[in-house]
């Protein structure tokens, strides 16, 4: 479930073809109402018409403990009682607008104060009745909002639920449907017990390089439910497109994963850039944010083509880099690289290209290792402490996390306990419970 789902506003832009008619359509409306009030005698059908149309905005603000305020709207804004006044020639529409603003003061969100004051600076009464109109229609926004928010706990439990349940049917017609989960989960557990590979760590200089694939990081840590599961999910986004062994468990979440898959190619790239940028602008330059900025905006834009040529487009980045920093140490008044260094910049970013560059592969590591942080301690834990070359990307990394959390959390609620009765037969009880006292 997406916890951050929010109906927006809908604008339309005043070129367009829709914002042309609509604008239109709206500007003669009003001037109708404006025509039939000034009008002698008042007119005042269209005005009864959005009275009442404002009264069921107003209620539907309501919350069901709200009895009195509803009986108190329902009097003021009475329809017949309006409809008679309106007959003699007694409907006040300016001392309705001031009633109807009290209300909407008392019932809009914190957000909406403002908009709601300035309404009542407004003195002509169809202008104050547009207003009143468009801020309700924010208002009427806030409450759907409001409303999501509420249900979202008991609508996610209801779908863990439902999965679950509907997951067993299909189990019990075909027992044979948690191999590829199970397969999914030892792979896990045996990626866990298999020492890894280590990129050196990459320093400030001009120079970067990787150790021998055969040295490796010190034994590996006791497995442990949590940890082969984290390691499972994190396998999900090295996923081989060729592979039809996906774990059943997670086939519906496939899309969302491929999506969260290329957003993280996109940052390992970024942050792949940036860090090689970084080694040659030097601490003045890359510690001025305009700069950074203007550069990780740059490097988003020249890299969405990477995945249908990637030489191509580490060519341009390269480029376009180089130039901004050539361009910005000269506005800084700083000493511009010499020659030797602007190929090494360019050298080293058209390297980027290539899955085994090791400036890529160190990032790709960091930003799984910052992952894998994320399902066993939570995001915010784990942007404490970034790993070198990942705090320019922080804001798009803890996006990132979340959306993976998030997805994993759910899938968990609802496959837990398959996961857990796999999880038996893999991990040896004596270390099993080891780890689980540890935990507790």
């Avoid at 359509?25 to 039939?36: C, P, V």
């Avoid at 439990?157 to 067993?168: D, G, K, N």
């Avoid at 203007?294 to 990477?306: A, H, V």
Wanted: glycine letters at 4%; proline letters at 5%.
């Amino acid at each position: 479930m997406n916890h951050d789902f929010h109906v927006k506003e809908k604008v339309s832009s005043p070129s367009s073809l829709e914002g042309k008619v609509k604008e239109t359509m709206h500007n003669a409306f009003w001037d109708h109402l404006k025509e039939q009030l000034s009008a002698t005698p008042p007119d005042f059908s269209c005005a009864l018409e959005l009275l009442k149309e404002i009264k069921e905005i107003l209620l539907s603000l309501l919350l069901p403990r709200q009895s009195r305020l509803r009986g108190e709207i329902e009097e003021a804004l009475d329809t017949e009682l309006l409809k008679r006044k309106a007959e003699h020639g007694a409907l006040n529409v300016s001392l309705l607008s001031k009633y109807i603003l009290d209300m909407m003061t008392l019932l809009c969100a914190p957000i909406r104060d403002e908009a709601v004051q300035n309404l009542e600076n407004i003195t002509d009464p169809v202008q104050l009745l547009r207003g009143i109109f468009q801020v309700l229609g924010l208002m009427k926004m806030d409450m759907v909002n409001y409303t999501i928010q509420s249900l979202q706990p008991h609508l996610q439990e209801h779908s863990i639920q439902h999965e679950r349940a509907t997951f067993q049917e299909l189990l019990n017609k075909q027992p044979s449907l948690l191999d590829h989960t199970t397969k999914w989960l030892t792979q896990a557990a045996v990626d866990l017990t298999m020492p890894l590979p280590i990129c050196l760590d990459i320093s400030d200089s001009t120079t970067m390089a990787c150790s021998s694939p055969n040295e490796t990081v010190s034994s590996p840590e006791p497995l442990s439910p949590t940890m082969v599961l984290s390691q499972g999910f994190l396998n999900l986004l090295l996923w081989d497109p060729e592979n039809e062994e996906f774990p059943e468990t997670l086939l519906m979440d496939r899309t969302r994963l491929r999506e969260l898959e290329s957003q993280l190619h996109q940052l390992t790239l970024l942050a792949s850039v940036l860090l090689v940028a970084s080694s040659f602008s030097g601490s003045v330059l890359f510690g001025s944010p305009q700069f950074v900025d203007k550069l990780k905006r740059m490097t988003k834009d020249l890299i969405e083509e990477f995945d249908s040529r990637p030489e191509e487009a580490m060519q341009t980045v390269s480029e376009q880099v180089s130039q901004e920093i050539h361009q910005s140490l000269k506005n800084m008044g700083l000493a511009a690289l010499s020659s030797d260094n602007t190929a090494s910049l360019i050298g080293q970013l058209q390297n980027i290209a290539k899955k085994e560059d090791c400036v890529r592969s160190v990032i790709d590591q960091r930003i799984h290792l910052f992952l894998k942080c994320c399902l066993v301690l939570g995001v915010q834990r784990s942007l404490l402490d970034l790993p070198g070359g990942l705090t320019v990307i922080e804001a798009e990394l803890a996006e990132l996390g979340q959306k993976f959390v998030s997805l994993t959390h759910h899938n968990q609620k609802v496959f837990g306990p398959y996961y857990t009765e796999i999880l038996k037969t893999l991990i040896p009880p004596a270390q099993a419970l080891e780890n689980e006292v540890e935990s507790l």
